[in-house]
Nanobody
Framework: QVQLVESGGGLVQPGGSLRLSCAASGFTLDYYAIGWFRQAPGKEREGVSCISSSDSSTNYANSVKGRFTISRDSARNTVYLQMNSLKPEDTAVYSC???????????????WGQGTQVTVSS
C-alpha cells in the first residue's frame, strides 16, 4: 500500500540546518508530485514546498524561499527538504504528501505521512 514516512526532524538552534526525508513506498515518485507542509500549534497547515514529477519544477512559500531546498532521489524513492538558516518561526510538524497528479496542484493531495517535529530554539 501507499506509504510516506518522514524523518530527520529534531531540535536545532536558530541559524542551524536540518534535512527532512520523505520515504515513499507502494508507488514510484517519478509519476507523482510531492509536497511538504507544516503546521505549528494553533495555526493552520501551510504549504512549504513542492516538486513536480513532470519536469522537476519546484515552488516554495515566500517565508522559506532562499532557505529551503526540495529535491528528489528517484533511486531511493525519497524526497528531501533541506532547511538552512532556521528560525524559531519554522517550528512546526512537517509532513509530506503525495499529489494525485504529476504537478503541484494544491487540494489534490491524496496520501499523507505522519509528520516529523522540527523545533528551532536556543
Amino acid at each position: 500500500q501507499v506509504q510516506l514516512v518522514e524523518s530527520g526532524g529534531g531540535l536545532v538552534q536558530p541559524g542551524g540546518s536540518l534535512r527532512l526525508s520523505c520515504a515513499a513506498s507502494g508507488f514510484t515518485l517519478d509519476y507523482y508530485a510531492i509536497g511538504w507542509f507544516r503546521q505549528a500549534p494553533g495555526k493552520e497547515r501551510e504549504g512549504v514546498s513542492c516538486i513536480s514529477s513532470s519536469d522537476s519544477s519546484t515552488n516554495y512559500a515566500n517565508s522559506v524561499k532562499g532557505r529551503f531546498t526540495i529535491s528528489r532521489d528517484s533511486a531511493r524513492n525519497t524526497v528531501y527538504l533541506q532547511m538552512n538558516s532556521l528560525k524559531p518561526e519554522d517550528t512546526a510538524v512537517y509532513s509530506c504528501a503525495r499529489y494525485s497528479t504529476t504537478r503541484c496542484v494544491y487540494g489534490l493531495e491524496d496520501y499523507w505521512g505522519q509528520g516529523t517535529q522540527v523545533t528551532v530554539s536556543s
